[in-house]
């Protein structure tokens, strides 16, 4: 993108005209004919497999299939596969959307009215634009319950900007981070996608660092200092690092004193810390409770930049899509939150529904409350369930032959590692594939009908083979996924033993 | 941009290792510190005098402020200027917030539980992600009311995306028609400042033609040639043209004949059309009615690649908050539709509440239906209103001094030219503004409460100065809108002859 600031010298030099476009060929065309960078960008969750999950899907039924339905465990949406909304959320959102329910006593409960009631007085209603950078209101709501779950560290709602999921967020600070093709960002490797596409369309450096498989899939600071060296001899100017706590693909949940090793070298280094904190209330193991990286940089007095992000898309909610998410920056110059709020405003305003699930995500019915008793049995219920599902997956797949998974501690997924026989690696190769992971994922789909996302596709130590799967599906069915892996599994290894 | 794809290139020949960051400075720091082109944005609908009106309306009421609040004219949010929400879209979209409601009988009227119903069966509800591009069902039914607003001209819902407002689709069409700051797509002067923003942070060439003021701000061809041919002696590659009708700022209504030039200009020059027609239901002069670019095109037999762009934020739903949009690609490869998909792959999908507000605003109900007398009823009252206010506002700027305003044929807006007077113009200068309309459109802020937006702000002819102001306070506000503008315009004339 340091281009971009020659463009009047570039132009300057050039002598001569340039032709007419060919009116023979489509000026948006494959090859020359699209940005390279755009044209570049792989994003695996919703890839190859995924079409040909869909395209199966409108096969069904028939008698050609070996199974009944596709079982989509390639991503985290918890709704599509059966998954209740919370009964509070939704009832607000339909008050905001519609308020003349809320004057026929008894619809909803008082506290539902109140929340309602609270949101319009606040705002224009859902269908007018917010400020840019989201209601105020629910910004400084958001900073409060930060502040609790961070035990007093204080929240300045300036600094929070509400967006269309956290991907937008994410985006835009990426955008501003990559100044050209030598600017570069640690990303973990496994990673979520998202990051590779937005440093492959924003034209900066993956700089990947390796989490630890045999120890849990931590985060080992000896492996950043060196691929930081091994990034800054090639010329690269490292500026940041993404960390995903609890970890998406990997499931892994950090440690307090681990953080603490993050952030001292992000210190030392100079570095914008980027963390992606979606799946914090998917923690699964009391050992090892979730602590925000915003806690931990503002206790330690380090003096680094931070942005976190968050989404209701995730968590007991999962409320995918109504695409709300926000950011908090912190330890940032006042132009980079004038400069932030400038991109966002470009786009004028996050969905107002998505602001206003945010607001009930961070602070939702109290003891006390009319709606607390019913919010606590359904969250509980959710949050016990996906537990549940997290451990009996991943005891599952470690019965699997070959098959090695650690437990998730956080988040929504699973990432086994497999050994593949050598002449599923060969037939992969010969077939033109990424990689051989790609093979046993395509065959489990056309096999089971579960869909799940080759390893290639967040990356991976070279030789190694994954696949991503979320522990989504409904409890019930839960041992019937792993059941049907498992004979995939076994005719799999002897077809190509 | 095309130094993206040079990086290896140009790593490999660096010699020297870069040095570790300099610690005591921010990363993300202004001057060096940011990405330019994302620096350099501009956007002037939420700018200046917006953050300046926010801060005056924090001070309100105040004894030493001449006004008792702040009108916002500075942008199409009609919701927040007191215009109503359609009932049947807010209950249709209560409905699949809490599908519960809809299980009493008589809290919605049947056509809305119908309607509910459909979504329902076709989703996996709000909660869920959807298909990338948007759920199915909505795209099939979104392609035959273009179909019947085309008079048959066919319509593929493969090519019909999904997208948080018009202006996530205007950008991702951009990102991948720009290659490299070589590239140029010719865009009206004056405009709406989202091309000129993202073509900034795309870093192509802006190829400015003007609209002919003096003709009711009509497009010339002769004008599109010449711009067209100094773009190329000047070494850019031209690649698409924008066009905006009913036209923002500006207002105007494209006639046919206009249109089937522009195409016939377009194809002889093989330029992709972005058509920014999210207006369309804003057309207040019978003679002229809305024609789409699609029936255009495709009537004229036309080989040529078109983009076309709709939003629920405008009409008479005026919906700005749900940010629902959509995106119809025509003569376009296969290629590119699935490069779009995988582009809006990366942020998942945009927000169900906005495509299901699509559905709604293009299927809206019929004669018969039990929703349909009310609706026709609010939505003629909202429709009247802007008419009637679009003539009462241009009528009255009309009679200030100096001042000449063509009339609003369509949209929201009205975008006066103003004769500023040399001592006005001088000081402007003086205190750095970019243009002596900012100094004039200041000065209408602190002396009324009304907040309107330099004209300077949306490009204009050198020389000239106007302001563009929203047509959209109640028509019981209209008037003295009207009578506080000629009071400051009279007083600002003086003080500056």
Redesign the interface.
Known sequence: ???????VR??AT?A????????S??????G?G??????A?E?A??GELVLRA?ALAKRLPSVDLPFEKIVYCN?G????VGQS?ITFV??V???I??PS?IENEG?FPKDVVERVRAVLRAS?????????QGIELIRERVAMAMEKRDGGVPTNPNNIFLT??A??AV?TIL????????DGVLIPIPQY??YS??MT???G?QVGYYLDEDNGWSLNIDELEKRLAEA?????????LVVINPGNPTGQVLSRENMEDVVAFC??????IMADEVYQKNVYTPEKPFVSFKKVVCEMGA?L?LASFHSV?KGV???????GGYMEIV???R??QE?IY??L??????????QVAIDLMMTPPQPGDPSYELYNKEVTEIYGALRNKAIAMSDGLNTLEGVTCNPSEGAMYLFPRITLPPAAIKEAAARGMASADVLYCIEMLEATGICVVPGSGFLQQEGTYHFRTTFLPPENEIKGVIASMRRFHDRFMSKYS
């Open positions: 993108m340091s281009s971009r600031t020659m463009s570039a132009l050039r001569s005209a340039v032709p007419a476009n060919d009116p060929r489509k000026v948006l065309a494959e020359a699209v940005n390279k960078a755009v044209a960008i994003y969750v919703r869909e991503i949406n918890p709704q599509s909304p939704r009832q959102l339909a008050g959307t519609c329910l619809v224009h209603g859902i269908g007018a634009y917010s400020e840019s269309n999921g991907s937008e985006k955008s501003m981070l990559v100044r050209d093709e030598n996608p998202l596409a937005a369309s924003f034209g450096q800054r001899g090639k010329g690269i100017s490292v500026r940041g210190e030392k280094e100079n570095l914008v003096d930049e898309s909610m999962g409320e995918c899509g109504l695409r330890n940032m110059e132009y980079v400069l400038k991109v405003s470009v786009s004028l305003c996050s969905n107002i529904i998505g």
